[in-house]
């Protein structure tokens, strides 16, 4: 992974091999994010788990493990109440035959590259808290 930064405004490519949400954690805690709007993605990106919550507020789960062009990501960057990074991603891949396979993002690993894009929110500390009934955290601002 490498990175550079300009003002508020984050910019960070990420490698083979590497897990999105795992490398944007640790990201987090090396420059000290504690909130953050991921305002878009592009890449290839392989063993993807996403998938959505339904009526009963559990998430469901799906696989796209051949690599897939990842042709949009957004989402956000907070804090737990233990103040560990959590990063909240949804994005859309397009699998070789140009089908399209979208939702909460549980996980990817870049097969080629991952180039992202990040807001930095300076001033808001942003955290994730349990919700009753629901596997979603719940979002608050400070």
Not at 113 to 140: F, Q, T
């Amino acid at each position: 992974m490498e990175w550079t930064i300009s003002g508020e405004d984050l910019f960070v490519r990420i490698d083979p091999g590497e897990e999105i949400h795992a490398s944007l954690q640790a990201l987090a805690d090396q420059i000290g994010i504690d909130a953050a709007a991921i305002t878009s993605g592009i890449g290839r990106t392989r063993e993807n788990t996403y998938g959505f919550m339904n009526a009963e507020g559990v998430y469901i789960t799906k696989s796209l493990n051949s690599p897939g062009e990842l042709i949009s990501l957004s989402g956000n960057i907070s804090r737990t109440e233990d103040e560990k990074p959590f990063t909240h991603i949804h994005c859309c891949w397009s699998d070789d035959d140009n089908n399209v396979h979208a939702g909460h993002m549980f996980s990817a690993t870049v097969h080629v590259v991952a180039e992202i894009h990040i807001r930095i929110m300076k001033d808001v500390i942003m955290s994730r808290y349990p919700l009753p009934d629901v596997a979603l955290l719940g979002l608050r601002f400070s």
